[in-house]
């Protein structure tokens, strides 16, 4: 027989033994309440932005608003420059081109 007998493996360490080292509970609740501290302040940031995507939003839309207002009037102005100019000097083939505008306008406000 060999009377070398094979190299052993190196015992393994017991996991309980590894992990014993966890800390007291005093520890524990520290690190708890600094987890509960993060996940507040997460909370707080998340409601902030969603507090200002609403007020951008808000402000979008009355400045759209705004916006089709101002451009409403634009056209409300033009229309009635075109509709109030005399059509007295216009060459007798454009006339009925500008008839038509002029009534296109009046039925459009009325």
Do not use: W
């Not at 600094?34 to 909370?43: D, I």
């Not at 100019?85 to 002029?102: F, G, Q, T």
């Amino acid at each position: 027989m060999n009377e070398d007998p094979s190299p052993q493996r190196a015992q393994r360490r017991d996991k309980r033994q590894a992990t014993s080292s966890e800390g007291s509970s005093a520890e524990l609740a520290a690190q708890f309440k600094v987890y509960t501290a993060m996940k507040e302040a997460k909370q707080a940031v998340e409601l902030e932005a969603i507090k200002l995507r609403k007020k951008r939003e808000s402000e979008a839309r009355e400045l759209k608003s705004a916006q089709l207002e101002t451009m409403k009037n634009y056209n409300y102005d033009r229309d009635m420059k075109t509709f109030l100019k005399p059509h007295d000097d216009v060459p007798p083939s454009m006339l009925p081109i500008i008839l038509a505008r002029k009534r296109e306008i009046a039925n459009k406000y009325g």
